[in-house]
Protein backbone atom coordinates (compact mmCIF):
# COMPACT_ATOMS: atom_id res chain seq x y z
CA UNK A 1 0.00 0.00 0.00
CA UNK A 2 1.01 3.07 -1.28
CA UNK A 3 1.51 5.60 2.60
CA UNK A 4 2.44 8.82 2.56
CA UNK A 5 1.08 12.08 3.96
CA UNK A 6 -1.42 12.85 1.38
CA UNK A 7 -3.19 9.42 2.02
CA UNK A 8 -7.27 9.98 2.36
CA UNK A 9 -9.13 7.79 4.72
CA UNK A 10 -13.16 7.67 4.67
CA UNK A 11 -14.09 6.26 7.88
CA UNK A 12 -17.65 4.86 9.57
CA UNK A 13 -19.01 3.93 12.59
CA UNK A 14 -21.82 2.14 12.72
CA UNK A 15 -23.97 -0.75 14.11
CA UNK A 16 -25.47 -4.13 13.12
CA UNK A 17 -27.89 -6.26 14.80
CA UNK A 18 -25.88 -9.55 15.90
CA UNK A 19 -28.38 -11.46 13.65
CA UNK A 20 -27.49 -9.90 10.42
CA UNK A 21 -23.75 -10.08 11.24
CA UNK A 22 -23.33 -12.79 8.49
CA UNK A 23 -25.72 -10.86 5.94
CA UNK A 24 -23.68 -7.81 7.01
CA UNK A 25 -19.85 -9.71 6.24
CA UNK A 26 -21.20 -10.61 2.70
CA UNK A 27 -22.14 -7.52 1.56
CA UNK A 28 -18.96 -5.77 2.98
CA UNK A 29 -16.85 -8.58 1.09
CA UNK A 30 -18.81 -7.55 -2.19
CA UNK A 31 -18.30 -3.82 -1.25
CA UNK A 32 -14.44 -4.00 -0.80
CA UNK A 33 -14.03 -6.18 -4.61
CA UNK A 34 -15.78 -2.81 -5.61
CA UNK A 35 -13.68 -0.60 -3.62
CA UNK A 36 -10.22 -2.41 -4.37
CA UNK A 37 -11.00 -2.93 -7.69
CA UNK A 38 -11.64 0.62 -8.52
CA UNK A 39 -8.60 2.33 -6.94
CA UNK A 40 -8.62 2.17 -3.01
CA UNK A 41 -5.50 1.33 -1.30
CA UNK A 42 -7.21 -0.52 1.32
CA UNK A 43 -10.02 -1.73 2.97
CA UNK A 44 -11.17 -2.80 6.49
CA UNK A 45 -14.78 -3.60 8.07
CA UNK A 46 -14.08 -4.10 12.38
CA UNK A 47 -16.13 -5.28 14.52
CA UNK A 48 -15.77 -4.38 18.20
CA UNK A 49 -14.20 -6.51 20.20
CA UNK A 50 -12.93 -4.99 23.01
CA UNK A 51 -15.34 -1.92 23.75
CA UNK A 52 -15.20 -1.02 27.74
CA UNK A 53 -12.62 1.55 28.33
CA UNK A 54 -10.65 0.75 31.62
CA UNK A 55 -7.42 2.17 32.66
CA UNK A 56 -4.29 -0.08 32.15
CA UNK A 57 -3.33 -1.94 35.46
CA UNK A 58 -0.85 0.60 37.40
CA UNK A 59 -2.23 3.75 35.39
CA UNK A 60 -2.76 6.83 37.59
CA UNK A 61 -6.68 7.69 38.14
CA UNK A 62 -7.66 9.94 34.93
CA UNK A 63 -10.78 10.32 33.26
CA UNK A 64 -11.34 7.29 30.72
CA UNK A 65 -12.40 7.98 27.25
CA UNK A 66 -16.14 7.44 26.34
CA UNK A 67 -16.95 3.86 24.30
CA UNK A 68 -18.03 3.27 21.02
CA UNK A 69 -21.06 1.85 22.34
CA UNK A 70 -21.89 5.44 23.87
CA UNK A 71 -21.03 7.14 20.21
CA UNK A 72 -22.73 4.73 18.01
CA UNK A 73 -25.96 4.70 20.44
CA UNK A 74 -25.54 0.59 20.49
CA UNK A 75 -27.96 -1.52 22.06
CA UNK A 76 -26.82 -5.37 23.52
CA UNK A 77 -28.54 -6.96 20.73
CA UNK A 78 -26.06 -4.89 18.12
CA UNK A 79 -22.65 -4.93 17.18
CA UNK A 80 -20.21 -2.27 17.04
CA UNK A 81 -18.38 -1.76 13.41
CA UNK A 82 -15.59 0.82 12.75
CA UNK A 83 -14.53 0.49 8.78
CA UNK A 84 -12.08 2.48 7.06
CA UNK A 85 -11.11 2.46 3.48
CA UNK A 86 -7.80 4.13 2.42
CA UNK A 87 -6.97 6.70 -0.84
CA UNK A 88 -3.81 8.50 -2.36
CA UNK A 89 -5.42 11.51 -1.95
CA UNK A 90 -9.01 13.22 -1.60
CA UNK A 91 -8.93 13.83 -5.24
CA UNK A 92 -8.19 9.79 -5.79
CA UNK A 93 -10.85 9.51 -3.31
CA UNK A 94 -13.38 11.27 -5.02
CA UNK A 95 -12.24 9.46 -8.36
CA UNK A 96 -12.51 6.05 -7.07
CA UNK A 97 -15.84 6.99 -5.38
CA UNK A 98 -17.39 7.91 -9.20
CA UNK A 99 -16.61 4.69 -10.11
CA UNK A 100 -17.93 2.94 -7.52
CA UNK A 101 -21.19 4.01 -7.34
CA UNK A 102 -21.62 3.84 -10.97
CA UNK A 103 -21.11 0.26 -10.27
CA UNK A 104 -23.39 -0.07 -7.67
CA UNK A 105 -26.46 1.72 -9.13
CA UNK A 106 -25.95 -1.05 -11.68
CA UNK A 107 -26.26 -3.82 -9.17
CA UNK A 108 -28.49 -2.35 -6.91
CA UNK A 109 -31.54 -2.82 -9.05
CA UNK A 110 -31.17 -6.29 -7.72
CA UNK A 111 -31.32 -5.51 -4.50
CA UNK A 112 -33.96 -2.07 -4.65
CA UNK A 113 -36.84 -4.17 -2.92
CA UNK A 114 -34.62 -6.34 -0.59
CA UNK A 115 -33.87 -4.97 3.38
CA UNK A 116 -30.45 -3.57 4.22
CA UNK A 117 -28.31 -5.76 7.15
CA UNK A 118 -28.16 -2.49 9.23
CA UNK A 119 -29.83 1.04 9.80
CA UNK A 120 -28.26 3.53 7.14
CA UNK A 121 -29.42 6.51 9.14
CA UNK A 122 -26.79 5.20 12.29
CA UNK A 123 -24.28 5.07 9.95
CA UNK A 124 -21.57 7.91 11.04
CA UNK A 125 -19.20 8.97 8.39
CA UNK A 126 -16.87 11.14 7.95
CA UNK A 127 -13.45 11.92 5.37
CA UNK A 128 -9.78 12.63 7.30
CA UNK A 129 -6.88 13.53 5.64
CA UNK A 130 -3.82 11.61 7.12
CA UNK A 131 -1.53 14.00 9.26
CA UNK A 132 0.69 11.12 10.94
CA UNK A 133 1.33 8.00 9.38
CA UNK A 134 3.69 5.11 8.70
Known sequence: MKKNKENYVDGFLL??????????????????????????????????????????EGAPEIPLPRS???AAGAKPDETVWF???????????DQVNAKVMVDMEKEMKDFKDKSMPLDIGR???GGFKVEVGG
Open 15 to 56: VVPKEKVEEYKKMAEGAKKLWLQHGALDYKECIGEDLNPKPP
Open 123 to 125: VFY
Open 83 to 93: SFIVFESRKHR
Open 68 to 70: FIE
